[in-house]
């Protein structure tokens, strides 16, 4: 209870109302701040590869006397459409085939090779290997829950093989912070508990180590 005699509260000093508005600024200022660097720095070193390869006759520096950056990136996102639209024709196809037989002729340069073409249609082909849902299992004991996404139902000797009454489902567990590294398990489909939040949500949850919910305000709450 306050009486007449108590102080009154002491207003924050010049120093700390400061400080605390530019610990806000810094809060605004740092996401879109960096992402533009990170943004920038990517333009200027895909340019700093591209343009060493790229005739000076060719270059725009030449004519208008300024060294324009992302020059070096609409040049590499022309030249890989025309490669790709090369490549989906019979006489590409057949110079790739030609080229890709040289290629494995070389031992060395060919575990090079088949590694990079592997990662490279891992992360970059679109295809089946996309997985399908997130969910909730136990792992890696009874009474410990844990988030993994389901990318395919387990076909040939895997499934053949494992004794379950039903289905088994491959289910990719990701580490945190870090979700491209992880585990792959098989479980049974029973065993399993699909996840209404979507893929891209279940994995703001894994990088963030449970910071991030699809609903932040009430996480006890439906995803909206």
Known sequence: MNTPFDD???????????????????????????????????????DGVVLPLVPYTFQPEKYIGINLRGVGVIIFLLFTIVVGWLAKGLLGRSLIRFAEGIVESVPVVRSIYSGVKQIAETVFAQSERSFEKACLFEYPRKGIWAIGFISTTAKGEVANRAMTSGDLVSVFV??????????????????????????????????????????SKDPSQPVD
């Open 8 to 46: 009154k509260p002491r207003r924050p000093g010049l120093f700390a109302s400061l400080r605390s508005s530019f610990l806000t600024g810094l809060v605004v200022i740092a996401p879109v701040g960096l992402t533009i660097w990170f943004i920038w720095s990517i333009i200027g070193w895909i």
């Open 174 to 215: 990701p580490t945190t912070p870090n979700p491209t590294s992880g585990f792959l398990l098989f479980f049974p489909s029973e065993d399993i508990i699909e996840l209404d939040m979507s893929v891209e949500d279940a994995a703001k949850l894994v990088i963030s180590a449970g910071l991030v919910y699809p609903n």
